[in-house]
């Protein structure tokens, strides 16, 4: 008779939370890279802007020009803030999410080292059962002889 797992069910759904947890994890750090990468973007155009607006300070130019460098300069600042208030977010969220998944990993976890120990009984059973009947069969033919 083969080893049969009277679990088996709790523990593929225990595997199914888990690797659900996990894959909502990997959203949150994916998205949390793609605001990084946007904030060195923000980062990027600010220098851009103070640059534009130091050269231009070099030279004659109409004010209204430079007020519009200005502008940029601080709406790529404001753009930045936001990015950083919502990278503090996310931050947040993979903290949350990440406790989630540990407890789904742990509950897993649990389940397969229950299992192991039952196949192991099993396995132990099995090999007591079949010496026995080895043992049996040699008892057998001693009586006979």
Do not use: C, N
């Amino acid at each position: 008779m083969a080893f049969r797992f009277p679990l088996a069910t709790v523990l593929r759904v225990r595997e199914s939370m888990e690797q659900r947890e996990e894959r909502s994890l990997k959203r949150i750090q994916l998205e949390m890279a793609r605001v990084l990468r946007q904030i060195e973007e923000q980062d990027a155009e600010i220098a851009k802007a103070h640059d534009a607006r130091e050269e231009a300070l070099r030279r004659p130019i109409p004010a209204g020009h430079l007020h519009s460098l200005l502008w940029e300069a601080k709406a790529a600042a404001e753009r930045r803030k936001a990015l950083l208030q919502t990278l503090q977010a996310l931050e947040q969220q993979r903290d949350k999410q990440m406790k989630i998944y540990q407890a789904a990993h742990r509950a897993h976890e649990t389940m397969l080292s229950l299992l192991r120990s039952q196949r192991s009984a099993y396995e132990l059973e099995q090999a007591r059962k079949q010496q026995k009947y080895l043992d049996d069969i040699f008892m057998a033919r001693r009586h006979r002889s």
